[in-house]
């Protein structure tokens, strides 16, 4: 079945830091993959989305290109902010389509 | 505003003393869903439902029940909890659900503590 992998945490960057965190997936056909993100005792918010193959998905000053020769998310940011501390899920449908499967979450930790 | 609310957000309750959480979004949604998120394991799949009436089993449904009378509605029930479901709970509505186009809407969540 669709599943997904990201890399663990949690992330530590100073200010206007540069930021990856990596995801990767398996899927049969071609999901949408997405990026969301939930802070402190809050619930999930979609971050940004691509649906198809080569699409970048934008939102925020956060990018994400979906890369099916190396089934990559990859999440950047190219300077963050201590209001970007929070934790990030990547994600993708599952094959039936009834649910989305999420990685386990990367913590990311901004200080000024 | 377009949201998915649930209550109770905290509730901390004693081994076998039946609950429910509910949820309830204003969106005019189809489709609504329960996750359970416990650390170092993501969010996982509770129980799912496609329309009124149209529930079904996702991956940790054992020790749950649900409901879906109105389309707003999608109430979870522990009929009999155990400190195995001592967890952070995430209720989520979608109005369009495709393997293809596949977004969801989340409630701020509900902590569940069973002792």
């Known amino acids: 079945g669709n599943s997904v992998t990201q890399m663990e945490g949690p992330v530590t960057l100073s200010e206007e830091a540069f930021l990856t965190i990596n995801c990767t997936y398996t899927?049969?056909?071609?999901?949408?993959l997405f990026w969301y993100v939930q802070y402190p005792g809050e619930g999930l918010q979609l971050l940004l989305k691509?649906?198809?193959?080569?699409d970048k998905g934008s939102n925020k000053g956060f990018e994400a290109t979906y890369r099916k020769e190396t089934t990559s998310f990859h999440l950047e940011k190219g300077s963050v902010q201590v209001s970007d501390s929070a934790v990030y899920f990547c994600?993708?449908?599952?094959?039936?389509?009834?649910?989305?499967?999420f990685g386990k979450g990367t913590t990311l930790s901004v200080s000024s | 505003e377009a949201q998915v609310t649930q209550n109770p957000r905290y509730l901390i309750t004693v081994t076998g003393k039946k609950l429910t959480v509910t949820c309830s979004q204003n969106?005019?949604?189809?489709?609504m869903s329960w996750y359970r998120q416990d650390p170092g394991l993501g969010l996982r799949q509770i129980y799912y439902?496609?329309?009124?009436?149209?529930?079904d089993k996702g991956d940790v449904p054992e020790g749950y029940k649900v409901s879906r009378k109105e389309k707003r509605n999608f109430p979870l029930i522990l009929e009999s909890p155990s400190p195995n479901q001592t967890s952070l709970y995430f209720c989520?509505?979608?109005?369009?659900?495709?393997?293809?186009?596949?977004?969801?809407?989340f409630g701020p969540g509900t902590r569940l503590t069973v002792t």
């Open positions: 989520a509505s979608s109005g369009s659900w495709s393997p293809f186009t596949y977004e969801q809407y």
């Open positions: 899927a049969t056909g071609y999901p949408s």
């Open positions: 691509a649906t198809k193959a080569d």
């Open positions: 994600a993708l449908s599952n094959q039936a389509g009834t649910a989305l499967i």
């Open positions: 969106m005019n949604h189809e489709y």
């Open positions: 439902s496609m329309n009124v009436e149209v529930t």
